[in-house]
C-alpha cells in the first residue's frame, strides 16, 4: 500500500491516536485511509466496538481527505461542523479499516463521505460530513 | 446528584469506558447522563478533544436513556442505527457532561436526542439518533 | 399570536411556499414558526404526509431562525450544508407546526435544530441543520 | 433506459408526486431513480431549488430501493426512520436525477444511501437514511 502514502506526510501520532492505536495508511489528494486494530479496549457494553470508534474513525479520514497539501510545510487544517454515522454491520475480522473521501464545497466549507470495512470486506459502518477549513497555526 | 441515579443500577464500567474514563452519573426513566473529565489523551491532531470522543459520550447517554428499566435483572439492550452530531463549541472547563433524553419510538425502535456541555455551561455538541432493540443475551 | 411576528417582517411568499401553502406565524431573534395545512395533495404512497414536506418545514424554519435581523432592509441570507431528519409520529390533526430555534454558531455558519407537532400537540418529526451565511444579493 | 424499469411497477403517482411532477425512471433489486423537472414553483426565497425538494426526492429514491420486490402483486412498504441530507451544489441543468441504493440491513430495517444529480452531471445533493419495513396494508 505504499503508493497511497508519501512517509513525508505521516505526522507524529497525536494524543488519541496514540491512546486508540489508529494509524494512516493512505493520503491523496481528496482521500484518506486510516486503520484501527480492534483491541480489546475498544469494545462497549455488548462486547463488540463502542459506535464511538466508528466515529472517530469515520470523522478522521473525512477530515484529512479534505486537508492534503501533499506539502508537510503548507498544512490545511479542517473542523467539523456535523458527522452523521450509520451503523450497518458488526466486524468478523481483526482490524477496522476507514477510507474517507472529499465529495465537494469551495474554499471555506467541505463535504466529505466515508466507510468502515474489516479486513474481510464486511462493511460496518458508514459516515457523511460536512467542515470548515480554518487558518493553519 | 444522588437523585439522579440509583447505586443499584451502576454497571462494572465496560471495556472502552474504563479506556477513556467516562462514568454514568444518572440514569432516569428515558434519561441518561454521563461525565467525561478532559484527560490529556482525548485530544486531536490540534490539541483540543477529538470529535469522536463527543460521539462517544452523545451515543453511549442516548442509548442508556432509551433502555432504562430500573431493574437491574432486566436489562433492555439497544443497538444505534444512526448517530449524527454537530460540533458547535469547544470546552472551556476540565469535564464534559453528556445527557440524552428518549424522545420518541415505540417497541422495535427509539428515537433520542443528546447534548454535551462543560462544566461551565458551554454548549459544546448535540447529538440525535435512531435506535433498534435487541434481546438481552 | 401576533406578539410573535412583526408585520412588517412577512416577505411575500416564494414559489414553493405558495405551491404547498405554508405561511410563517412566528419569527423573533434566532427563532421562526411556520404552519404548513395538512392538504391531499402532501400525502405520499401510503396516505400520509410525504417526508418530504417535513424535511421543507423544518429546514425552512431553521434557516429562518439563524437570519432574523428585524430590519426588512437588511436580509441575511442562509444556505443549508446538512439537513437531518428523524421522523418521530404521523400527524393527527390538521395542520403542522414547524419552530425553528438557532442553537450555536458564528459570522460564518450557525447550527439550528427545528421541531414539527401538529396542532394537537403531537411530536411529529425532528431536524437538525448547519448553516451557511452568504452575502445579501 | 428502458432497461432500468418494468413497466409492469409503474404505480399510479401519488398525491405529492403529481403536485411536484417527479416520476420514477428506474426502479429494481437494491435501486431506484426519479426525476424531477425543475418547475418554477420549487423553487425558494432565493430562486433556487428548495432544499426540501431534494430531500422529496432524497427519500423516494431510498424508500423504494430498500422496498424493491419485482412483483405489483406482492409490496413491501417502508417507513423513514431518519433522513439525513447535505447540500453541495445548485444544478446548472433543467432536471433532477435522484438516485438510491439499499446499503445493508436486514428484515426490519434497512440502511440506503442516495444522490442528485442535475442532466450536465453537475453532483447536488446527496443523503443517506435508515428505514423500518411495515407490512403491507
Redesign the interface.
Given at each position: 500500500m505504499t503508493d497511497d502514502l508519501d512517509p513525508a506526510l505521516i505526522?507524529d501520532a497525536?494524543?488519541?491516536q496514540?491512546?486508540l492505536g489508529f494509524r494512516i495508511t493512505g493520503w491523496k489528494p481528496d482521500w484518506a485511509r486510516f486503520e484501527q486494530p480492534l483491541e480489546?479496549?475498544?469494545?462497549?457494553?455488548?462486547g463488540i466496538p463502542?459506535?464511538?470508534?466508528y466515529?472517530?474513525?469515520l470523522?478522521?479520514v473525512m477530515g484529512f481527505a479534505g486537508c492534503y497539501t501533499g506539502d508537510p510545510e503548507n498544512r490545511l487544517?479542517g473542523?467539523?461542523?456535523?458527522?452523521?454515522?450509520?451503523?450497518?454491520?458488526r466486524p468478523e475480522g481483526m482490524r477496522l479499516i476507514a477510507e474517507g473521501r472529499r465529495?465537494?464545497?469551495g474554499r471555506?466549507?467541505f463535504?466529505a463521505?466515508s466507510e468502515i470495512r474489516d479486513e474481510l470486506g464486511t462493511?460496518c459502518a458508514?459516515g457523511?460530513g460536512?467542515f470548515?477549513y480554518r487558518k493553519a497555526?
Amino acid at each position: 500500500m505504499t503508493d497511497d502514502l508519501d512517509p513525508a506526510l505521516i505526522e507524529d501520532a497525536y494524543a488519541l491516536q496514540s491512546h486508540l492505536g489508529f494509524r494512516i495508511t493512505g493520503w491523496k489528494p481528496d482521500w484518506a485511509r486510516f486503520e484501527q486494530p480492534l483491541e480489546p479496549y475498544l469494545m462497549n457494553r455488548y462486547g463488540i466496538p463502542h459506535g464511538g470508534i466508528y466515529a472517530t474513525l469515520l470523522d478522521t479520514v473525512m477530515g484529512f481527505a479534505g486537508c492534503y497539501t501533499g506539502d508537510p510545510e503548507n498544512r490545511l487544517l479542517g473542523m467539523t461542523l456535523t458527522l452523521n454515522t450509520s451503523f450497518l454491520a458488526r466486524p468478523e475480522g481483526m482490524r477496522l479499516i476507514a477510507e474517507g473521501r472529499r465529495i465537494g464545497g469551495g474554499r471555506s466549507t467541505f463535504f466529505a463521505e466515508s466507510e468502515i470495512r474489516d479486513e474481510l470486506g464486511t462493511l460496518c459502518a458508514r459516515g457523511t460530513g460536512a467542515f470548515r477549513y480554518r487558518k493553519a497555526s
